[in-house]
């Protein structure tokens, strides 16, 4: 089975910009949660959506939001785009969703803001 | 609220040496947690994780944690290191409830291996 994929892997962006990233996950996985990583905050929860819906968040601005698709694809977007936004994004899917699950992690995208 | 700490943002170990990498949690239910390694530039994989059921776990790669309730910890470790385990090592704690079912991360071990 293929794993979790991301994309775009690189960003650029500025100040004041909006971003969408991607992320798919593997097949027959139903749960895509999404984190945040930094060097000063480390990994972060953001959200998880199951079944196209969010189903927990984290607590970041509203800035950030997602959804997923019906073939549980996902995608990520952040308004407003802040120099402190600039982190690794990790998306990460399960078959069911829950602690118990085992989370399976994709690659990540790394967004610069400038 | 559950939070992690690992202690040691850098630890080296000599290769063939016992690796211990350490981990204490905090959380008011019984916690799941988990063991997870970063290697550059990619995403995370899991090592290993607790569930409730016995309390020392094994892993992929010669890894093993075991969870102590009375110490609120869990250790990883692996009898001995090879040079692939350099790497960033993550533990985490997940609790049920409260609308953020998304696990709690410490903030690293980076391991260095010597020659």
Redesign the interface.
Same mark, same amino acid.
């Given at each position: 089975k293929a794993g979790?994929t991301q994309t775009p892997r690189y960003l650029i962006k500025t100040r004041g910009q909006q971003v969408t990233l991607s992320c798919s996950p593997i097949s027959g996985h139903r749960s895509v949660?999404w984190?945040q990583q930094t060097p000063g905050q =480390? *990994?972060?929860?953001?959200?998880?959506y199951f079944s196209e819906t969010q189903?927990?968040?984290?607590?970041f601005p509203g800035r950030f939001s997602g959804r997923q698709f019906s073939n549980s694809r996902s995608e990520m977007n952040v308004s407003t785009l802040e120099l402190g936004d600039s982190a690794l994004y990790?998306c990460?899917s399960s078959p069911r969703? =829950? *602690?118990?699950d085992?989370?399976?992690?994709?690659?990540?995208t790394r967004l610069t803001v400038l | 609220a559950q939070s992690v700490t690992q202690l040691g943002s850098h630890v080296s170990v000599s290769e063939g040496a016992l690796v211990l990498l350490r981990c204490n949690y905090s959380s008011s239910v019984p916690p799941y947690l988990f063991w997870y390694v970063q290697y550059p530039n990619q995403g995370l994989q899991l090592l290993l994780k607790y569930t409730s059921a016995a309390t020392l776990v094994k892993g992929i790669n010669g890894f093993e944690a075991e969870f102590k309730k009375s110490e609120t910890s869990f250790h990883l470790t692996k009898p001995s290191a090879h040079m692939s385990d350099a790497a960033e090592y993550f533990c985490a704690v997940g609790v049920s409830g409260g609308g953020a079912d998304g696990l709690t991360f410490g903030k690293g071990t980076h391991l260095i291996i010597q020659p």
């Open positions: 979790v949660s984190y =480390g *990994l972060q929860f953001l959200f998880e189903r927990n968040k984290g607590n990790l990460a969703g =829950g *602690l118990a085992t989370q399976y992690f994709g690659p990540g | -």
